[in-house]
């Protein structure tokens, strides 16, 4: 049973910059996961942030990036704004199957 | 612009079935990967099943294998999600999500006697 794991919740004051990770059960996270981030906030529907590790949709702002840290899928928001305050799951591909973490919840205070 | 909607979604008894339908418009359906994507009430996303371009490979989470079965008809530009033997946990918000993305406003399948 392969379990991807993120931070149940972490805490970024407005203006700051704050890194979600996601680990893999099998061992590092590579390029080859094409590691997906998505946004949920309260009452909506998911909404794709970042795609094979650090692709944006045009829809992506600017701030959110992804990338590959110590062995990890990272999201870095930097100059985080109070609207970000939502739910962030990573979802990782493997070879057919794919699976999505737990969830991050990011409060903005 | 891209847009996915879905449809089907309902209050079913468990064991019985139900079809789940993603009609997409604004790209061309045939040229992506789909995937449906499950949220259980006050839980997180759980990928369900995923088929390519033309159908020719499809995957399940092991929960559903044997039970769901995912299917496109890139005439209609229509995905689908036939579920039978349908079991109380199988509650939830189903989401198409185009992959990479977007994703759709999902629909509600809620499985209670």
């Known amino acids: 049973q392969t379990v991807v794991t993120q931070e149940p919740s972490l805490t970024v004051s407005p203006g700051g910059t704050v890194t979600l990770t996601c680990a893999s059960s099998?061992?590092?996270?590579?390029?080859?996961?094409?590691p997906n981030w998505i946004q949920q906030k309260p009452g909506q529907a998911p909404r794709a942030l970042i795609y094979?590790?650090?692709d944006k949709h045009s829809w992506t702002p600017a701030r959110f990036s992804g990338s590959l840290l110590g062995g990890k899928a990272a999201l870095t928001l930097s100059g985080v704004q109070p609207e970000d305050e939502a739910d962030y799951y990573c979802?990782?591909?493997?070879?057919?199957?794919?699976?999505f973490g737990g969830g991050t919840k990011l409060t903005v205070l | 612009q891209v847009q996915l909607v879905e449809s089907g979604g309902g209050v079913v008894q468990p064991g019985r079935s139900l079809r789940l339908s993603c009609a997409a418009s604004?790209?061309?359906?045939?040229?992506?990967?789909m995937n449906w994507v499950r949220q259980a009430p006050g839980k997180g996303l759980e990928w369900v099943a995923f088929?390519?371009?033309?159908?020719?490979?499809?995957y399940y989470t092991d929960s559903v294998k044997g039970r769901f079965s995912i299917s496109r008809d890139n005439s209609k530009n229509t995905l689908y999600l036939q579920m039978n033997s349908l079991r109380i946990e199988d509650t939830g918000i189903y989401y198409c999500?185009?992959?990479?993305?977007?994703w759709g406003q999902g629909t509600l399948v809620t499985v209670s006697s």
């Open positions: 999500a185009r992959d990479p993305g977007p």
């Open positions: 604004g790209f061309t359906f045939s040229a992506y990967r």
């Open positions: 088929i390519l371009y033309d159908g020719s490979n499809k």
């Open positions: 099998t061992g590092a996270v590579t390029s080859g996961y094409f």
């Open positions: 094979s590790t650090s």
């Open positions: 979802l990782l591909y493997y070879g057919g199957p794919w699976v």
